[in-house]
């Protein structure tokens, strides 16, 4: 089993920045790729982030892109997602996952853990 904690998040005004952060412990051996996926009130969850462990690959959903950077600490079995120009459509809670290597690096299907989640509200 892998446990994946996260922090970060909280509030802020939209053109903040926040970072949230995710360490994983457990059979961390197993994980090829860490990602974050977020839901907002009424919607399904989506993808937002994610990176491979080996290379650092990363993938990130048109709405983040330019303005989150997604990275990884494989010493620390970590993960960072720094958020710029934040929007209050960026408002949800973001959780964090870890996958083995089927499927891409966007579909929920390839994440096998999932972390609680963190809020981040974003104010006009």
């Known amino acids: 089993q892998v446990q994946l904690v996260e922090s970060g998040g909280g509030l802020a005004q939209a053109g903040d920045s926040l970072r949230l952060s995710c360490t994983a412990s457990?059979?961390?051996?197993?994980?090829?790729?860490m990602g974050w996926f977020r839901q907002a009130p009424g919607k399904e969850r989506e993808f937002v982030a994610a990176?491979?462990?080996?290379?650092?690959?990363?993938s990130y959903a048109d709405s983040g892109k330019g303005r989150f950077t997604i990275s990884r600490d494989n010493s620390k079995n970590a993960m960072d997602l720094q958020m710029t120009g934040l929007k209050p459509e960026d408002t949800a809670v973001y959780y964090c996952?870890?996958?083995?290597?089927?499927?891409?690096?966007?579909?929920?299907?390839?994440?096998?853990?999932w972390g609680q989640g963190t809020q981040v509200t974003v104010s006009s």
């Open positions: 996952a870890a996958g083995g290597s089927l499927y891409g690096l966007r579909d929920p299907r390839g994440y096998n853990y």
């Open positions: 457990g059979r961390t051996f197993n994980i090829d790729k």
């Open positions: 990176i491979t462990r080996s290379i650092g690959a990363t």
